[in-house]
């Protein structure tokens, strides 16, 4: 599993989250992807009483499919091994699931948050100006939302520890990637230091 890399060699730019301005987004930490999720839990966790704490406002998002209708090329693309609503495979892990109210939870049915959800409004009407994406994979989801946060206008913050993949190599890819066109490159200190002024 790929959780956490030497990153600091892709740092690019350097810029701490606003607190006042930021929220943080926790990608598709479900029970389909708790193998991979599993090295980043604790981090994850970290920093989710960081932004608690710092009155951050936190969005879960949870990938899964109703119909057919929202299956798009997802079907084709894994073969049919999607995340079906209902399923014990589309509920958050339990650590993650039991610190998500409702009205933080975002349903999307593709890689990008944004895509079909009300994520950017949601974002909006809190004042969000920057978003830190954490959260699984870091390849696909995590990657795809950063990329869309910034093409949106949102100043991206891009965990390099409590974001993971099932390959070590594509993992590095995407904080090379990130901190080369899309995203300050942040870890659990460089978040606390940021929202604390440490």
Not at 156 to 177: C, G, I, R, Y
Request: aromatic share 10%.
């Amino acid at each position: 599993m790929a959780s956490s890399s030497p990153s600091k060699k892709y740092v690019i730019r350097k810029r701490n989250p606003d607190p006042k301005t930021s929220a943080l987004l926790v990608i598709d930490m479900q029970n389909y992807f708790s193998s991979m999720a599993k090295p980043i839990m604790n981090n994850t966790l970290l920093i989710v009483d960081l932004c608690r704490r710092a009155s951050i406002p936190i969005f879960f998002t949870r990938h899964c499919h109703k119909s057919p209708t929202d299956y798009g090329m997802l079907d084709e693309w894994w073969n049919g091994d999607l995340i079906l609503d209902g399923s014990p495979d589309s509920e958050l892990i339990p650590e993650i699931g039991q610190l998500a109210a409702a009205d933080e939870v975002v349903e999307k049915n593709t890689y990008s948050a944004f895509m079909n959800t009300d994520l950017q409004e949601r974002l909006a009407e809190k004042g969000v100006k920057e978003v830190i994406v954490t959260g699984v994979t870091t390849n696909v989801c995590c990657e795809t939302t950063a990329r869309d946060a910034f093409v949106r206008g949102f100043r991206v913050f891009f965990s390099t520890d409590a974001t993971a993949s099932n390959d070590a190599e594509l993992h590095e890819a995407t904080l090379k990637n990130m901190a080369y066109g899309f995203a300050y490159l942040v870890d659990y200190e460089q978040i606390q230091k940021g929202l604390f002024a440490l």
